[in-house]
């Protein structure tokens, strides 16, 4: 039959009670053998958090290597429009991948918005890199812009997909999210944090509202009118959130 490797074996548990449950069970069928239990783990790409306190994982990983192709492309002496689409079109998804469900803090993000305006434009003391990066041709490049249109598709891509259980769960959860980055635990609290930042709020009937007076259907709209008010909406808010110098 099947041998089970022990040492490569763990489990995971939201709760105290299901994880005392859990060894008990491993104790009846394999006496005097125990399991591991993590509260963090990655799988399919994203780092998970089960329990206890949040654990970046290879979240860190991805963005140190993030950071480390951005000084690499800096000195390559590509055109501008070559460093756009690259930063584009690799090192934000290599670098952000995942972090749909966690968002990396505002520390982390500002690293990548410095390292993002110097690749393309080098080093100056006098740089605003949010200002130059929303200079940039096409979408913007700013690496939290990037993963707000990024979570915003990838959840309307979600609810497309699932029953109406599932979405009235999800929507649930995302309304009544209040609080900052430590209380985010999931694609849904996630994704409320960051439409938060920018004063927007998705209710329970799916309905995306922007301004007191603005407000549509997020799964009728198209991405394209969705980026493009999201666009309006980073632009209204850049000076007074990410004028500070690095």
Request: aromatic share 8%; hydrophobic share 45%; glycine share 6%.
């Amino acid at each position: 039959g099947v041998r089970i490797d022990w040492g490569k074996t763990w489990f995971w548990s939201t709760c105290k009670r299901h994880a005392g449950l859990i060894q008990s069970f491993v104790q009846e069928c394999v006496p005097g053998q125990t399991i591991h239990q993590k509260s963090s783990a990655a799988d399919l790409g994203f780092q998970l958090q089960y329990s206890g306190n949040n654990e970046l994982g290879i979240a860190t990983t991805r963005v140190e290597k993030g950071l480390k192709r951005l000084e690499r492309l800096q000195a390559m002496p590509h055109q501008l429009s070559v460093k756009e689409a690259m930063i584009r079109a690799s090192i934000l998804p290599a670098a952000l991948h995942g972090a749909e469900i966690k968002p990396p803090s505002g520390e982390i993000l500002q690293q990548l918005r410095s390292k993002c305006a110097h690749a393309l434009y080098g080093n100056s003391s006098s740089l605003s890199p949010a200002i130059a990066l929303a200079c940039s041709n096409g979408a913007l490049l700013d690496p939290e812009f990037w993963l707000v249109s990024r979570a915003l598709a990838t959840a309307r891509a979600f609810l497309l997909r699932q029953d109406d259980v599932v979405r009235r769960d999800f929507l649930a959860m995302c309304c009544k999210f209040r609080g900052n980055l430590q209380h985010v635990h999931g694609p849904a609290s996630a994704l409320a944090f960051m439409l938060c930042n920018l004063d927007w709020k998705l209710d329970a009937t799916v309905v995306l509202h922007v301004t007191a007076f603005l407000s549509f259907p997020l799964l009728e709209i198209s991405m394209h009118r969705v980026k493009r008010f999201l666009q309006e909406a980073w632009m209204d808010k850049l000076i007074m959130l990410h004028s500070q110098r690095t």
